[in-house]
């Protein structure tokens, strides 16, 4: 990962530094909000949070509990670290690291290890539910117990983290759009190469006056799963 920085304020941009310490693809990146730390996700199955205090750019915290590729990381605004993977689940890690390996320290009610090859990071939760690659996590911007992971399995979940010990669903939001092609795709192929005989065009219009909508099944095949939604709720 490299940093670079426009110094002149002329948008030319030199590398000021230069993050290494992941063994495969660096996927995303994300700095904390309320201190000098950045998070890498990697394809090696880890994220790393760096320190940017001084210029050094030193690693503090290695999170590697995930079983699969970590594609994503985010911020809470008290700095708690998510992270993404491909092993379909979404952790919360407190990266509050002293560097001295093992350590053992109380929350409330419950104790928690801080693991040497964590790098002092602590997996506080895991979040589990999604049926196919998680590849996207934000946290609220004002809440954050409050935060949305994105899947491959085309849903969206929304978490309240004061829910049960591996965080609470709030809801599912099913992206139904995903189900759109564009009019580029083979399925409109035949619609685009040929002109409608002039019986359909003489049948569409005399059913408009019955149903103004009654193409929308080839308007796409989310829109027209919404329209009948929509039909039976009313």
Same mark, same amino acid.
């Given at each position: 990962?490299?940093?670079?920085?426009?110094?002149?304020?002329?948008?030319?941009?030199?590398?000021?530094?230069?993050?290494?310490?992941?063994? !495969?693809?660096?996927?995303?990146?994300?700095?904390?909000?309320?201190?000098?730390?950045?998070?890498?996700?990697? !394809?090696?199955?880890?994220?790393?949070?760096?320190?940017?205090?001084?210029?050094?750019?030193?690693?503090?915290?290695? *999170?590697?509990?995930? +079983?699969?590729? %970590?594609?994503?990381? /985010?911020?809470?605004?008290?700095?708690?670290?998510?992270?993404?993977?491909?092993?379909?689940?979404?952790?919360?890690?407190?990266? #509050?690291? !002293? +560097?001295?390996?093992?350590?053992?320290?109380?929350?409330?009610?419950?104790?928690?290890?801080?693991?040497?090859?964590?790098?002092?990071? %602590? *997996?506080?939760? $895991?979040? &589990? /539910?999604?049926?196919?690659?998680?590849? +996207?996590?934000?946290?609220?911007?004002? !809440?954050?117990? %409050?935060?949305? $992971?994105?899947?491959?399995? /085309? &849903?969206?979940? %929304?978490?309240?983290?004061?829910? &049960? *010990?591996?965080? +609470?669903?709030? &809801? $599912?939001?099913?992206?139904?759009?995903?189900?759109?092609?564009?009019?580029?795709?083979?399925?409109?192929?035949?619609?685009?190469?040929?002109?409608?005989?002039?019986?359909?065009?003489?049948?569409?219009?005399?059913?408009?006056?019955?149903?103004?909508?009654?193409?929308?099944?080839? /308007?796409? #095949?989310?829109?027209?799963?919404?329209?009948?939604?929509?039909?039976?709720?009313?």
């Amino acid at each position: 990962c490299r940093l670079w920085q426009d110094r002149d304020g002329n948008l030319t941009y030199e590398c000021v530094g230069v993050l290494e310490g992941h063994r !495969d693809e660096v996927n995303g990146l994300a700095f904390a909000p309320n201190a000098p730390l950045l998070a890498t996700a990697s !394809d090696d199955g880890t994220a790393v949070v760096w320190d940017l205090n001084g210029g050094t750019y030193v690693p503090v915290a290695h *999170c590697s509990g995930h +079983g699969a590729e %970590v594609y994503g990381v /985010g911020w809470s605004a008290d700095n708690v670290l998510a992270t993404v993977s491909f092993d379909r689940t979404c952790k919360l890690w407190d990266v #509050r690291c !002293d +560097g001295r390996g093992m350590n053992r320290e109380s929350n409330g009610s419950r104790e928690r290890e801080r693991d040497s090859k964590s790098g002092g990071a %602590v *997996c506080a939760r $895991t979040l &589990t /539910g999604h049926g196919d690659d998680v590849v +996207g996590v934000c946290f609220h911007p004002r !809440d954050s117990r %409050v935060l949305a $992971t994105g899947s491959d399995d /085309g &849903t969206v979940r %929304v978490w309240d983290t004061r829910g &049960t *010990c591996d965080g +609470g669903v709030v &809801t $599912t939001l099913t992206l139904q759009l995903q189900d759109n092609y564009p009019y580029a795709a083979p399925e409109y192929a035949g619609q685009m190469i040929k002109p409608p005989h002039h019986l359909a065009q003489a049948a569409h219009w005399m059913t408009s006056f019955i149903n103004p909508n009654n193409h929308a099944l080839d /308007g796409g #095949r989310a829109t027209s799963a919404l329209e009948l939604e929509c039909i039976q709720a009313l």
